[in-house]
């Protein structure tokens, strides 16, 4: 069945580093639009990044941009997310998902994805 495993979470200090990884099983990656989200305590999630399949396209959100990279293994099954300089403020839950294949671009739309991790906590604190 399909499945979404992120691990790499963690506690950083601000200004630190970590990566996020998206392992999947169940279907080949390859084809697969994938997105990261996060959600904080008390907010809404939010898209954070995509990545494309055919051109490797990505996309970030504004507050991710210059310090956040997605990438892509496909023959490991898996998609990344480096982070760096991190803020307090990007500390919450950060989730892998899965575009519904209907959809042939990257998407911040939470109702476009059809599966999803279970989440990795973010922690960055002093």
């Known amino acids: 069945q399909v499945q979404l495993v992120e691990s790499g979470g963690g506690l950083v200090q601000p200004g630190g580093s970590l990566r996020l990884s998206c392992a999947a099983s169940?279907?080949?990656?390859?084809?697969?639009?994938i997105g990261w989200f996060r959600q904080a305590p008390g907010k809404e999630r939010e898209g954070v990044s995509c990545?494309?399949?055919?051109?490797?396209?990505?996309y970030y959100v504004d507050s991710a941009k210059g310090r956040f990279t997605i990438s892509r293994d496909n023959a490991k099954n898996t998609v990344y997310l480096q982070m760096n300089s991190l803020k307090p403020e990007d500390t919450a839950v950060y989730y892998c998902?899965?575009?519904?294949?209907?959809?042939?671009?990257?998407?911040?739309?939470?109702?476009?994805?059809?599966?999803w991790g279970q989440g990795t906590q973010v922690t960055v604190s002093s």
């Open positions: 990545i494309s399949t055919s051109d490797g396209s990505t």
């Open positions: 169940g279907f080949t990656l390859d084809y697969y639009i």
């Open positions: 998902a899965r575009l519904n294949p209907r959809f042939h671009s990257c998407s911040s739309l939470m109702r476009r994805y059809d599966y």
